[in-house]
């Protein structure tokens, strides 16, 4: 079975532009899950989806969004970028909500210069 | 804040010797208790968990301890190996009823041939 799959690996983008990043989960998988993970910080959790419903969201500005899709595909999005976003966005996938058991996918990793 | 703490940034451990890493938390509704080895630039790769209804459970070289009362648990890889080199990850979750883990700082470990 194909584990969870980050599209695209790396991505390069000047403040003050937006970007998305993409996931695909497990297959049978339904809640995605997104964490920030930068050197300074730690991982982070961004927020939660289970059936196209975002069912948390962490301690993020509305710059961060997020949205799933109903064959479970998410991707969340960065609007004017800053600096400070630079990090390594990791998305991971469970069966369900409450199913703690979460695997992660590569990551994507964001450079804003 | 900082809900769950590991105190030790790195390890250093003989191949062939016990790892044991250590993990504190400081909310006391985590319900479930996970472990996840991450290399440079990949996602964490799940390796373990507990329930908090359990204090103990074990997969092949990799037992994790839950201590309640202490609000502690810890993993103990037996026998190490070079290949178990790299930086662990405790996270917790259950607290608000969502797939949201809260992770620790991580604690690199370093298995000498």
């Known amino acids: 079975k194909a584990g969870v799959t980050q599209t695209p690996r790396y991505l390069i983008k000047t403040r003050g532009q937006q970007v998305t990043l993409s996931c695909s989960p497990i297959?049978?998988?339904?809640?995605v899950s997104w964490y920030q993970q930068t050197p300074g910080q730690g991982l982070q959790f961004l927020f939660e989806?289970?059936?196209?419903?975002?069912?948390n969201k962490g301690n993020f500005p509305g710059r961060f969004s997020g949205r799933q899709f109903s064959n479970s595909r998410s991707e969340m999005n960065v609007s004017t970028l800053e600096l400070g976003d630079s990090a390594l966005y990791l998305c991971?996938?469970?069966?369900?909500?409450?199913?703690?058991?979460?695997?992660f996918g590569p990551g994507t990793r964001l450079t804003v210069t | 804040d900082q809900q769950v703490k590991q105190n030790s940034p790195s390890l250093s451990v003989q191949e062939g010797r016990i790892s044991i890493l250590n993990c504190d938390y400081t909310?006391?509704?985590?319900?479930?208790f996970l472990w996840y080895k991450k290399y440079p630039a990949e996602g964490p790769t799940f390796l373990i968990s507990?329930?908090?209804?359990?204090d103990k459970n074990e997969d092949g070289r990799f037992t994790v301890f839950l201590n309640k009362s202490a609000k502690h648990l810890s993993l103990h890889i037996v026998p190490s190996q070079p290949g178990d080199s790299a930086v662990y990850f405790c996270?917790?979750?259950?607290?608000?009823?969502?797939?949201?883990?809260?992770f620790g700082t991580g604690t690199l470990l370093a298995v000498q041939p």
């Open positions: 991971a996938s469970s069966l369900s909500t409450r199913d703690y058991e979460q695997y």
């Open positions: 297959s049978g998988h339904r809640s």
């Open positions: 996270a917790a979750s259950g607290a608000d009823a969502t797939n949201k883990l809260i």
């Open positions: 507990i329930s908090s209804i359990k």
């Open positions: 989806y289970f059936s196209e419903t975002q069912r």
């Open positions: 909310n006391s509704m985590f319900d479930y």
